[in-house]
């Protein structure tokens, strides 16, 4: 009984195992060899070189998604007086004291 379908053995053929290709001709070969009828996910594996034990070599990042990640944010400020007006100000959702706690 085979392990993979035609497809996936036909794409399989064109990868060499053991190669390291360039980010462009990485790009491409993904896209030649992509067997499925919907956008799959793809994984990136890198060798940075850099040692994150050390702060100043730490590597983060964010990524914005095309379509968000489906989370709507609300942001709530225990505030009175001028710290109350700030927070409105920079867009809070819900500002209030004691008021917001009972």
């Known amino acids: 009984m085979p392990k993979h379908g035609k497809k996936y053995n036909e794409a399989a053929k064109l990868v060499e195992p053991g190669t390291i290709y360039n980010p462009a001709e990485a790009l491409a070969l993904a896209k030649q ?15 940075t070189g850099l040692d994150p034990r050390h ?7 964010v990524v914005l998604l095309p379509k968000g990640t489906g989370k709507v ?30």
């Open 33 to 47: 060899t992509d067997y499925t009828k919907f956008d799959a996910t793809v994984e990136l594996h890198l060798r």
């Open 73 to 102: 944010v609300r942001i709530l400020v225990f505030a009175e007086g001028e710290g109350d007006r700030l927070a409105r100000e920079a867009g809070a959702d819900y500002v209030g004291s004691d008021d917001l706690v009972e």
């Open 55 to 61: 702060a100043d070599q730490q590597v983060r990042g």
